[in-house]
């Protein structure tokens, strides 16, 4: 008998192939170059194996919602991603209605395979685009054109029902006036959801050398303020708001598998490298995969997963996960979902401070930070927790 308060959100599966054609200096996923062709049958079997082994802890759900990430799944031929897909079919009961998304750069050779991937079950794709300017693609590493992208657009936009595009900003030297504008040619391809990055340095980065030797910049905290604002400002004009931090969408084409994990349902992370969190008893559990590919790999082979961290998480951590996910998006949480996790409630008076400053708004059922708490998210967030 399951008697948890995730399981009324979902349950969504995020696969992991972990290969890029080029390491982008930003990067801190786990992404890896291969210089000889990577074996996809000897993948899939190890891929087939851990959706089994998964199922077999956690039998009888539904999936709502399958995403495809990386690394560069778009990598990856179609007839694996159908094997994968079937195999997640055979492991679960899948909502026929359920979003199946895989992430893809767009590179004329990688649109070559969007019929095939439509075909193997795919029915929306998100495109890592990231600028509309040939220099700054240039600088962020990436193989494709702003032409090549925009031709890639298209061919999705004739494809699939639903696409998406990911852009980085608060680049080099980038204006708010020249974001903007940049914005509003990408809104102009007709997309439905948007996910808008500020460009961050991470640790271990080729960018983060380039940073410390003085040879990027990002921009001071007032232009990273006046760049976040205009987006705002630019998405709403043209009816795509945010509905999380960094996520823009027209009413109803939120992304259904990042909602889940907002809004802190059960998802499995299936290759290396990725997380899960599963419910078994009335306890969620914390999964972590081997993230390096052929050390994964032959871990499955041997044990039938590749899963090497694994806890069982106290009511306080699921209560500042549920948090910490939940106050991203624009609707907020519930705080009785709160204090079904951890058994207390929230700290009446650091709500009350945090109301008066005008950084969230308390209405009943729903705890949700206001448009000028979104900037401080981070702070309000440790505020709620302490
Ligand atoms: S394509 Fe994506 S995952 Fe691969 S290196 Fe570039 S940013 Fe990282």
Redesign the pocket.
């Known amino acids: 008998m399951i008697d948890h308060p995730t399981r009324d959100v979902g349950f969504g599966v995020y696969v992991h192939w972990p290969f890029?054609?080029?390491?982008?200096p930003?990067?801190d996923?786990n992404?890896h170059v291969r210089h000889q062709p990577v074996d996809q049958e000897r993948f899939l079997t190890a891929f087939r194996r851990e959706i089994a082994h998964t199922a077999s802890r956690i039998p009888g759900r539904t999936v709502t919602s399958i995403f495809f990430g990386?690394?560069?799944p778009s990598l990856m031929k179609p007839e694996t991603v159908g094997a994968i897909l079937d195999a997640i079919g055979g492991a679960w009961a899948v909502d026929p209605k359920a979003e199946v998304t895989l992430?893809a750069?767009p590179t004329s050779v990688e649109a070559e395979r969007f019929r095939g991937y439509r075909r193997a079950g795919i029915n929306r794709v998100s495109l890592?685009v990231q600028a509309l300017n040939d220099p700054d693609l240039k600088r962020l590493?990436?193989m494709h054109s702003v032409d090549e992208a925009l031709g890639a657009v298209r061919i999705a936009a004739s494809i699939f029902e639903r696409y998406s595009f990911d852009l980085i900003y608060a680049r080099s030297g980038q204006t708010p006036q020249a974001w903007g504008a940049e914005l509003e040619q990408a809104i102009s391809h007709s997309v439905e959801h948007l996910s808008l990055y500020q460009l961050t340095i991470e640790p271990g980065t080729w960018f983060q050398r380039l940073y410390d030797a003085g040879k990027i910049t990002v921009p001071d905290e007032e232009t990273g303020r006046a760049l976040y604002d205009i987006t705002q400002e630019v998405c709403e004009k043209y009816g795509l708001p945010a509905y999380e931090i960094s996520n823009h969408a027209k009413p109803g084409a939120e992304s259904r598998h990042n909602l889940l994990y907002w809004r802190y349902g059960e998802y499995a992370g299936i290759g290396p490298g990725a997380h899960g969190r599963l419910v078994t008893g009335n306890a969620r559990l914390a999964t972590a995969t081997e993230k390096h590919p052929e050390t994964w790999l032959e871990l499955v082979e041997r044990e039938g997963h590749g899963v090497i961290d694994e806890e069982v998480l106290t009511s306080e951590a699921e209560g500042d996960e549920f948090l910490l996910m939940g106050l991203r998006l624009k609707e907020g949480v519930d705080p009785r979902r709160f204090e079904a996790f951890t058994g207390r409630t929230l700290n009446p008076r650091r709500l009350r401070n945090l109301e008066e400053e005008g950084l969230i708004q308390v209405n009943g059922t729903r705890l949700a930070v206001t448009p000028k708490g979104f900037p401080v998210l981070n702070a309000v967030i440790a505020e709620l927790a302490a």
């Open positions: 890029c054609a080029s390491k982008c930003y990067c996923f992404s990386g690394g560069t992430e750069n890592g590493g990436r």
